[in-house]
């Protein structure tokens, strides 16, 4: 896919014009390039969207440090903690070697509904309240041990999947907005058999990606590289479909 320059410009100055929350980090698209012609892992189906493919993830700062952090915190977990049942850092939480226990060896899908149901017992607690700062995207044991906002939800589901064995090319972490609530949220999706199926902090149950007519991605994106979402919620219509057939 080709993309003229002048269309990119376009699209990330469109993207950029509309002040998000510190949590949802459009503003890092301002230093992205446009994607290269690369080979595009299989789609996963979301939202009745078309998806634009990058490996690049160098302008996601706040995803890669996340992930940075989160391999630090294991490794200080394996060569500082001298018993499963310390619970403090820079020891797993309880709960946490508790769930990997329980659902470790499970099929797929009981492993997904008994994380999104354990994860969303969690009460809701602002970045700003937990940590003072709005833009923090919090580890798993940092969320276990004092709850989070909405991509901490999806943040904690994704590395605990991950960590049971679901594949990084399975899942996404999707930065999206509710039309209808007129709010930006965050959500995960899991491919299931083929089936894409949504984890959000909102629902009680796990559904298809494509249930909910509000929903309308920005982006998504794992371990491996990112997707821009259109028809985009913040571009018109009209230029949706002309990046989309380009």
Known sequence: MRWRATTVGIVLGLLLSVGLPAHVPAQELASLSPPMPVQSPPAIPMFGTHQIYSADLTPFARWTTLLSRWQHEQEDAVESCVSAHDSAPPCPPREWIALIARFRGQPLRAQIEGVNAAINAHPYVSALDNWGDAGRWETPFEFIRRNGQCQDYAITKFLLLRALGVPDDAMRLVVLRD??????????????AGQSLMLDNLAPRIVSAASNPDYRAYYSINESGWWLHLPNPLMPQTLSRQVANR
């Open 179 to 192: 039309m209808r609530r007129q709010v930006d949220h965050a959500v995960l999706v899991v491919t299931v």
